[in-house]
């Protein structure tokens, strides 16, 4: 079955940078728009960044932007998120999503989704 793996996640300072990665496999993966979300403990799953299939369009969630770029890589069947600039309230498990249909800041309108990578950000 459709499998997406993430990856890059750890334990960073306040305003340190990394970079998580999501590899998907057993899908076109060029014909899926692909999402970042992230959920906090006891908090909902939110919407952080989305790029679209075709023309690569890309999505943000208004407090990371500027801090955080949404990329891919075709080839590769991988959807890549640099953070910089993190701040403590960026603690989260992050989860890749992919759809068929338009990227949309809703998780549950997404297919597949993977387990997550925990980010930690002290001060």
């Known amino acids: 079955q459709v499998q997406l793996v993430e990856s890059g996640g750890g334990v960073v300072q306040a305003g340190g940078s990394l970079r998580l990665s999501c590899v998907a496999s057993r899908l076109t993966f060029s014909n899926y728009g692909m999402g970042w979300f992230r959920q906090a403990a006891g908090k909902e799953r939110e919407f952080i960044a989305a790029i679209s299939f075709r023309h690569g369009n890309t999505y943000y969630k208004d407090s990371v932007k500027g801090r955080f770029t949404i990329s891919r890589d075709n080839p590769k069947n991988t959807v890549y998120l640099q953070m910089n600039s993190l701040k403590p309230e960026d603690t989260a498990v992050y989860y890749c999503?992919?759809?068929?249909?338009?990227?949309?800041?809703?998780?549950?309108?997404?297919?597949?989704w993977g387990q997550g990578t925990q980010v930690t950000v002290s001060t």
């Open positions: 999503e992919a759809t068929l249909g338009q990227v949309v800041e809703e998780p549950q309108e997404y297919d597949y």
